[in-house]
């Protein structure tokens, strides 16, 4: 549709995605898992492969919108978490087949204020979790913020970028203080219950 109405596409953006709330042992039912792989993962795939004819024409962009959980595994989040390390895993691989033909970027993001992520998140059921009394902690970042984040990315040709900016520091720590990192992310998680 993209290509008979505009002629090309010069930027795909990944930006679909569901999320989990709870521990897998939780799961009544493993469809979640599966949900959780053909919104996130296949979704996308779909979506490049149907694009990748017209990146290449105009070395265009593919804009990966993920997360943290794309790199390190997440309490309450083992479905989401796998169904993101998978994409990552792919982008990796297609960028290398690529071979600079068209050009990639990683959006890492925490905490979003403003969407209905965490509402829609899948809970032990399969379905939405629905409103929550805890909202997002001064630690979220607003979607105008992350828009304006995005686009300078886009802008500069980076390769990836962490929003907020501190998040850029897990790599680190979970390579040399892999122990102090898992604490913090449980107990992160633990507070947005």
């Not at 709870?22 to 792989?37: A, G, R, S």
């Not at 919104?39 to 997360?67: E, F």
């Not at 890492?108 to 204020?113: E, H, K, S």
Request: aromatic share 8%.
């Amino acid at each position: 549709m993209a290509i008979q109405t505009f002629g090309q596409i010069d930027i795909l953006v990944l930006n679909a995605g569901v999320s989990m709330w709870t521990n897998f042992t939780e799961i009544e039912d493993l469809h979640v898992i599966k949900k959780l792989m053909n919104v996130n993962y296949h979704g996308a795939v779909n979506g490049i492969q149907t694009a990748l004819p017209s990146l290449q024409k105009t070395k265009g962009l593919i804009v990966s919108i993920s997360t943290l959980q794309a790199m390190i595994g997440f309490p309450k989040h083992s479905g989401y978490s796998a169904s993101k390390h998978a994409l990552k895993g792919f982008i990796d691989s297609l960028e290398l087949e690529m071979n600079a033909s068209i050009r990639f970027l990683d959006v890492f993001l925490g905490w979003i204020r403003g969407t209905n992520l965490r509402e829609n998140a899948f809970a032990s059921d399969g379905n939405p979790l629905g409103e929550q009394k805890k909202k997002h902690n001064k630690e979220s970042i607003s979607v105008e913020d992350c828009v304006t984040g995005i686009i300078k990315a886009i802008q500069s040709d980076k390769r990836q970028t962490f929003l907020p900016w501190k998040l850029g520091l897990i790599p680190f720590l979970q390579l040399f203080f892999p122990r102090y990192l898992n604490r913090k992310l449980s107990k992160a998680v633990r507070e947005q219950k």
